[in-house]
C-alpha cells in the first residue's frame, strides 16, 4: 500500500478508506504480508497496521490524531431475510477503575476518541479467517451535541458508582446510550480499585468498557444505508436521527434524560384511566394497549403528541422498553410479564451468556408504568419509574437462560423441561401463539411450540414495592 492520505484531514481518510469497500482486506492488499492474529479485535489491528500504516498502540487519544478522529471496525449480521444488522455493541475504550473517577466527560478518553469517528462495516461471517471478511460501509460519525448530553448523563452515573465502590453493580441497563459493558477473557479474574478517600474497594468487580449501545449503532447503520454508505456520498454525520424527537436539547442542560420523562408523569398520578382519556384525548380501546396508549399520550408532547414514543429518535437510539403493569387491589400484578419468543436456531449458536440475546433483553433500560385497581373498582395511574435488573438476578437469568439452552439442544421443547411459574423463581417459560396452530420450525426437523420468556408475578411485584 501507498498510504496516499492526509492523516490530518477527516474527509481524506474517508475517501482512502473507500478502497476496502466491497473488498476483504486480502484483497485490498497483498494477502501474503498479512500476519493474522487471533482475538477479538483482531480485524481492526490488521486494518489499522497493514490498510492505513499506523503501528497498533493503546494511546489514549483518537488513532488519527491530528484528524481528531478515531478509527472503529464493527461487524454486521445477516439475517434470515437477507437484511444487514448489528451484530454487537461498539466498544470505545477499557474503563479505568481508578484513573476515570476524577476525570470530567469532556476530557474521558471516551470523549475523545469516539466523539467523531470513521466507522467501517464489515459482514461477520463464523469460521471465516478475518482477512477473507466483506467490507460493506464506510462512513464518518460524529455524535450530535444533544446525544453527547445524554452521553454525559451515563458517563457520570458510570464514574458516580464506581466512586462508591459499587463497580461491581454495574449493568449496561443503567444507562442511556453510552453502557459500561463486560470485557475481557473467560477466567479473568474481578479487578480491585481505589476510592476517592485512598482505600481499596471491598469488592472487586469485572473488566469494564465504555460502549455505544447495540439499539445506538441500529442508527448509525440506519445512518450508513440511508445515506448511501457505499462510498459513493460524502457523508456528513451532523444528523440528529430519523424519528420524532421528545426532548430538546435545552431541557437537557437543565435536567436528566430520565427525570425529565418522569417528571411529565406526575401530574397524573392518580388519576383514573376515564379521567386520563378525557384529558389526554386519547383513543379508547379495550385492547391490553389500552394502559400503553395513556403512556403513549403522557410520554409524547407539543408536535409529537399521540406519535409512537417507541419511534422517537430517542427511544429508537436507547432501546429503552416500556412495560405498563395492572396492578389488583391487593397490589398484585393481574398479568405475568411476557418478552419476545425463543429463537431455538440462535439459542443454540450463543455459548456465552454474557453474548446472547436474553442476556440483552434483561440488560435493557426498562420504563415502568404501574397502573392500579382501587376499592371503588377504579384503576389509576400509580407511578412511572425506570429499572435496571440487579446484577444478583441477572446471575439467576444467566441459570435460567442456560436451562433454556440445554432443553432446545436437547429436543425437550416442552413445559416440563422449562422453569414454571410454580417453580417460584423469578422466571419462566409458556407458550405465547395466537393458537395451537400456530408454530414454528424445530432445529431438529418438523415443527415446535412457540415459547416466550416471562417475568413472574411475585417477581413483578417485588420490583413494584422496591421502586422509588
Not at 476496502?20 to 492474529?37: C, S
Not at 444487514?84 to 455493541?89: F, T
Not at 456528513?236 to 421528545?246: D, E, Q, R, T
Not at 435536567?255 to 417528571?263: G, N
Request: some cysteine.
Amino acid at each position: 500500500m501507498d498510504f496516499n492520505y492526509d492523516r490530518a484531514d477527516k474527509w481524506s481518510i474517508l475517501e482512502y478508506s473507500k478502497q476496502l469497500l466491497g473488498k476483504t482486506l486480502e484483497q485490498a492488499i497483498a494477502p501474503d504480508i498479512i500476519e493474522v492474529r487471533k482475538g477479538k479485535g483482531r480485524l481492526g489491528q490488521l486494518v489499522e497496521e497493514y490498510f492505513f500504516g499506523y503501528d497498533v498502540n493503546s494511546n489514549p487519544d483518537a488513532d488519527f490524531s491530528d484528524a481528531g478522529l478515531e478509527l472503529k471496525v464493527t461487524p454486521l449480521k445477516e439475517l434470515k431475510n437477507k437484511v444487514l444488522a448489528i451484530k454487537e455493541r461498539l466498544v470505545c475504550t477499557m474503563i479505568d477503575y481508578d484513573a476515570d473517577q476524577d476525570k470530567p466527560f469532556e476530557q474521558s478518553h471516551v470523549y475523545l476518541k469516539c466523539a467523531y469517528m470513521l466507522i467501517l462495516f464489515y459482514l461477520h461471517e463464523a469460521d471465516v479467517p478475518v482477512q477473507q471478511l466483506l467490507f460493506i460501509y464506510s462512513i464518518l460519525w460524529q455524535i450530535p451535541d444533544k446525544d453527547l448530553l445524554i452521553m454525559k448523563q451515563d458517563y457520570e452515573k458510570i464514574i458516580g458508582k464506581i466512586r462508591a465502590g459499587k463497580a461491581h453493580e454495574l449493568s449496561e441497563g443503567d444507562t442511556t446510550y453510552l453502557g459500561a459493558c463486560r470485557k475481557g477473557q473467560k477466567g479473568d479474574s474481578d479487578v480491585y480499585y481505589n476510592l476517592p478517600d485512598g482505600t481499596r474497594a471491598e469488592i472487586p468487580a469485572p473488566k469494564r468498557a465504555f460502549s455505544l449501545k447495540t439499539q445506538y449503532m441500529r442508527t448509525i447503520l440506519a445512518f450508513a444505508e440511508k445515506t448511501g454508505g457505499q462510498g459513493t456520498y460524502n457523508t456528513s454525520a451532523l444528523v440528529h436521527g430519523y424519528g420524532p424527537h421528545l426532548i430538546e436539547e435545552e431541557e437537557l442542560r437543565e435536567k436528566s434524560f430520565e427525570d425529565i420523562l418522569l417528571d411529565r408523569f406526575k401530574p397524573y398520578y392518580g388519576k383514573t384511566y376515564d379521567v386520563l382519556v378525557k384529558e389526554l384525548h386519547a383513543p379508547t380501546t379495550g385492547a391490553k394497549s389500552k394502559y400503553f396508549l395513556i403512556a403513549n399520550e403522557i410520554l409524547t408532547e407539543g408536535e409529537t403528541r399521540g406519535e409512537d414514543v417507541t419511534k422517537s429518535d430517542e427511544f429508537i437510539k436507547s432501546g429503552i422498553i416500556i412495560k405498563t403493569i395492572r396492578l389488583n387491589k391487593n397490589g398484585r400484578p393481574a398479568e405475568a410479564m411476557s418478552f419476545e419468543n425463543i429463537n431455538y436456531f440462535d439459542i443454540l449458536k450463543e455459548d456465552d451468556w454474557y453474548e446472547s440475546r436474553l442476556y440483552d433483553i434483561f440488560t435493557g433500560r426498562f420504563l415502568f408504568i404501574v397502573f392500579q385497581e382501587g376499592g371503588d373498582d377504579k384503576v389509576r395511574l400509580q407511578k412511572a419509574f425506570f429499572w435496571t435488573m440487579p446484577v444478583k438476578d441477572l446471575d439467576e437469568a444467566a441459570a435460567y437462560w442456560l436451562n433454556i439452552r440445554n432443553a432446545v439442544k436437547d429436543n425437550h421443547i416442552a413445559p416440563e423441561y422449562f422453569y414454571r411459574e410454580s417453580d417460584h423463581r423469578k422466571f419462566h417459560v409458556r407458550p405465547k401463539a395466537k393458537n395451537a396452530a400456530d408454530v414454528t420450525v424445530n432445529p431438529h426437523g418438523g415443527t415446535a411450540k412457540k415459547y416466550c420468556y416471562w417475568f413472574n408475578h411475585d417477581y413483578i411485584k417485588a420490583i413494584v414495592e422496591n421502586a422509588e
